[in-house]
């Protein structure tokens, strides 16, 4: 009887992986020990609230990216590491969520801890939020280093999305400790395949993504 029941779980995850466009997959497929922890699919982001199109945290990525993203948390688990993603491929509909509430000035319940320092109505001038994103195209990862040793991601200096310098990547204001760590995760990433943006510790694009002129929108479900 379990026999059946694991054949049919089997076919289950196969048809629902089969709903994804094609060239796309679940990452944890790929990387079954990878820790996901999607950001849009709660309250804990810079909106406060879940965003439109994330209804499951289930990352999904261009199959390029998930299998150059596996490399990199092959290296990482041999020092005794792991990745920890906050995002992937992100739906059109997510960031026209962003515009809608970035133009309500009056929603500013997550400033203190997301932008304290950058008024609201300049994040579009200021760019950190934008009509476009290359999560979109499906090979664009948000993400930090999580250390077996300690049970908790290392100290990169800032929370994910905080908006300000701080999150630039060779911001001076850093301690040594937090240079070493962003060091040592631009570092591996860039090995691997993705190439960074540095105003985001964070953020890491694919080279040669497969669909560079393609913005998707079908959920995250």
Same mark, same amino acid.
């Given at each position: ?7 049919? $779980? ?7 992986? !089969? ?21 849009? /699919?709660?309250?804990?982001? /810079?909106? *406060? ?10 990352? $999904? ?6 299998? !150059? ?10 020092? +005794?590491?792991?990745?920890?993603? #906050?995002? +992937?491929?992100?739906?059109?509909? !997510? ?6 509430? !970035? ?30 994103? *290359?999560?979109?195209? *499906? ?23 905080? /908006? +300000? ?28 395949? #993705? ?27």
């Amino acid at each position: 009887m379990k026999s059946y029941i694991l054949i049919f $779980i089997c076919f289950l995850n196969q048809f629902v992986s !089969a709903q994804l466009p094609e060239g796309f997959v679940y990452v944890n497929d790929v990387i079954p020990d990878l820790k996901v922890e999607l950001r849009y /699919f709660s309250s804990n982001n /810079f909106v *406060g609230k879940p965003i439109n199109g994330y209804e499951t945290n289930r990352l $999904i990525l261009s199959e390029a990216a998930a299998h !150059a993203l596996k490399l990199v948390q092959q290296e990482l688990e041999q020092q +005794g590491m792991c990745l920890l993603v #906050f995002d +992937g491929y992100r739906p059109q509909r !997510a960031v026209n969520h962003f515009m809608q509430w !970035a133009q309500d000035l009056n929603d500013t319940i997550n400033k203190h801890s997301f932008y304290p320092e950058v008024n609201k109505k300049d994040l579009f001038k200021e760019e950190y939020i934008a009509t476009r994103s *290359g999560h979109s195209k *499906g090979s664009t990862v948000d993400l930090t280093i999580f250390s077996d040793a300690t049970n908790a991601p290392l100290d990169m200096g800032t929370d994910y999305d905080f /908006f +300000g310098r701080e999150s630039w990547i060779h911001h001076e204001g850093l301690t040594e400790i937090q240079k070493k760590n962003r060091q040592i995760l631009q570092t591996v990433m860039l090995k691997h395949g #993705f190439n960074n943006y540095t105003k985001e510790w964070w953020h890491f694009t694919l080279k040669n993504e497969p669909f560079p002129n393609t913005y998707f929108d079908f959920p995250v479900k």
